[in-house]
């Protein structure tokens, strides 16, 4: 069966400190990755998707950069945190070639900047 | 923008009580799925109706596709303190791409 990690479950950084959130796929190849955030009490807000290694796309202008380093990895990093960054990151996973299909999420990481 | 949106964004209930959760969408669909997501927690996927007028029952949640495919509702029969959490519908909008509607979020007193 498929499973999805994501690590840290929580971190506190600084403003202006680095940030990397690691999400993994396990039992599937090729799926369709994707990032979320979601402020407290709020709905999902959609950062960016891949369909594959390398390939990245944007939906937001952001502080934000995503990368997918190999078929089952996506990193969610930026080079200096803004207190707006704070939030619930979520990774999720689709079946490749159809992005309307059920997405699967990880656990997510809690982000606190203060 | 093309979009999905649900009503209402909360919703308070006495336990016991029946609860219903809207989503309306600006295009036609070629499906609706629907999340939970407790509180503290991720979203999970509870189901996909894809046929217009489909209803689709789980226990004491009742899922319905509109006919012109443009909206659906969840409905839960008798709510539970283990209902609690916010609801998300979602359907493929522009090129395909699942998008989620803003949820509903729903507190349950015992």
């Known amino acids: 069966s498929q499973t999805i990690h994501q690590w840290p479950a929580t971190l506190v950084q600084p403003v202006g400190s680095p940030l990397s959130l690691e999400c993994t796929v396990e039992?599937?190849?090729?799926?369709?990755l994707y990032w979320y955030r979601q402020a407290a009490g709020r709905g999902l807000q959609l950062l960016f998707y891949s369909v594959g290694i390398g390939q990245i796309s944007s939906e937001v202008p952001q502080n934000l950069s995503a990368s997918r380093p190999q078929d089952r990895q996506f990193i969610l990093s930026s080079k200096k945190l803004l207190l707006s960054d704070s939030g619930f990151y979520l990774c999720?996973?689709?079946?490749?070639?159809?992005?309307?299909?059920?997405?699967?999420f990880g656990p997510g990481t809690r982000l606190t900047v203060l | 923008g093309q979009q999905v949106m649900q009503i209402p964004q909360y919703q308070h209930v006495q336990e016991g009580e029946d609860f219903t959760t809207y989503c309306n969408s600006s295009?036609?669909?070629?499906?609706i799925q629907w999340y939970k997501q407790r509180p503290g927690g991720h979203p999970v996927f509870l189901i996909q109706l894809v046929k217009s007028g489909e209803v689709k029952k789980q226990k004491r949640l009742t899922f319905q596709f509109g006919e012109a495919k443009k909206n659906s509702s969840l409905h839960i029969t008798a709510t539970q303190t283990t209902d609690v959490g916010t609801y998300f519908c979602?359907?493929?909008?522009?090129?395909?791409?699942?998008?989620f509607g803003g949820g509903t979020r729903l507190m349950v007193k015992p």
């Open positions: 039992g599937t190849s090729n799926p369709n």
């Open positions: 999720a996973w689709s079946k490749l070639f159809n992005r309307a299909d059920t997405q699967y």
């Open positions: 295009t036609t669909l070629s499906n």
């Open positions: 979602a359907g493929p909008i522009a090129g395909n791409m699942l998008t």
